[in-house]
Nanobody
Framework: QVQPVESGGGLVQPGGSLRLSCAAP??????VGWFRQAPGKEREEVSC????????KYGTPVKGRFTISRENAGNTVYLQMNSLKPEDTAVYYC???????????????WGQGTQVTVSS
């Protein structure tokens, strides 16, 4: 599995939007998702989408604000983040799971991460 590569992070004001992208070659038949880790906090799962796109899940803090999508035969994954809050500040990681969002993400392939900072 090729390591995924994230892009699109940056500084945004509260209430603003950002779209993260993840290039994940070879992930057509894999579940792909996003995790984040804020300073001093544990890593948390943000979202995951199945290989078919038919199943998505979101962490409670981001439900209704973030949307995950895939294109390019599933090898490009996006995370559209709206109504951003300061507590969304974190390093966001793209993860290629096994074949399901229920698989252990720790066994998957992780990107290097992209910083998202929400601040006025």
């Amino acid at each position: 599995q090729v390591q995924p590569v994230e892009s699109g992070g940056g500084l945004v004001q509260p209430g603003g939007s950002l779209r993260l992208s993840c290039a994940a070659p070879g992930s057509t038949y894999k579940a792909v998702g996003w995790f984040r880790q804020a300073p001093g906090k544990e890593r948390e799962e943000v979202s995951c989408m199945s290989s078919s796109g038919g199943l998505t899940k979101y962490g409670t803090p981001v439900k209704g604000r973030f949307t995950i999508s895939r294109e390019n035969a599933g090898n490009t994954v996006y995370l559209q983040m709206n109504s951003l809050k300061p507590e969304d500040t974190a390093v966001y990681y793209c993860v290629v799971y096994g074949y399901s969002c229920s698989d252990d993400a720790n066994q998957g392939s992780w990107g290097q991460g992209t910083q998202v900072t929400v601040s006025s």
